[in-house]
């Protein structure tokens, strides 16, 4: 408890801009359906991180009865982007809840836009270490998103697609950017998660952890 304590007010401190060591943070990207969250749940096992889900978080608000629920469903059923402001507050609030400085942010970054924001805010507050890249064919992510029966409202076929056409045309340019950036590490996403994740290890061995 009292390293609880102890950790949770040094990230604080952190978030704050005034810690000497910041926290570490991995963007985790891909299409729908490529089973980011089931490799984040794995690392989150094996390597001790904080797994934030910025999707999670955004159906988490909006179920809550906040002033943004609305807007945040439209944009979820619509397969369209969220407001930058509100998933970087979103990120920050959580981070600032967490017990330890590690950090894998999943479906975050999703645009341009959303690097923006989020070098505005948190930039200088945290040492992005790297983007990990899950690549994966459309109809295989397809397939799995109408497998996965989690009663998500943007899993259906229509939305689903809205949702690829989003991730193409404003993910990849910023999965591009972070390639060129250096930071990307690209992970055959096609098979089952088992031998995905053994290709995962092999990013984090190389990070050194």
């Keep these: 408890q009292h390293y609880y304590i102890t950790n949770n007010l040094r990230l604080l401190a952190m978030l704050g801009g005034d810690a000497l060591t910041k926290p570490e943070v991995v963007f985790v990207l ?44 439209s944009h979820i059923r619509g397969g369209t982007i969220v407001p930058v402001a509100i998933t970087v507050k979103l990120l920050a609030n959580a981070m600032k809840r967490a017990p330890n ?55 259906n076929v229509e939305s689903f697609r809205k949702r690829i056409q989003t991730y193409l045309n404003s993910t990849m340019p910023i999965v591009n950017s972070f390639k060129g950036d250096g930071l990307l590490r690209n992970i055959d996403a096609s098979s089952d998660p088992d031998s995905v994740f053994v290709l995962t290890q092999k990013c984090f061995e190389k990070e050194g952890e």
């Design 101 to 155: 400085g590690k950090f894998l942010i999943d479906g975050f970054p999703r645009n341009e836009d959303n690097v923006a924001g989020w070098n505005k805010d948190m930039e200088d507050k945290v040492n992005l270490k790297f983007v990990l890249f899950y690549e994966c064919e459309e109809e295989e992510c397809l397939r799995r998103a109408m497998g996965r029966n989690q009663g998500r409202s943007d899993d």
């Design 30 to 73: 891909g299409p729908p359906g490529a089973g980011k969250g089931t490799q984040c749940q794995k690392i989150v096992e094996k390597y001790g991180y904080t797994h934030l889900s910025a999707g999670d978080l955004l159906r988490a608000e909006r179920a809550s009865g906040s002033p943004d629920g609305d807007l945040i469903e």
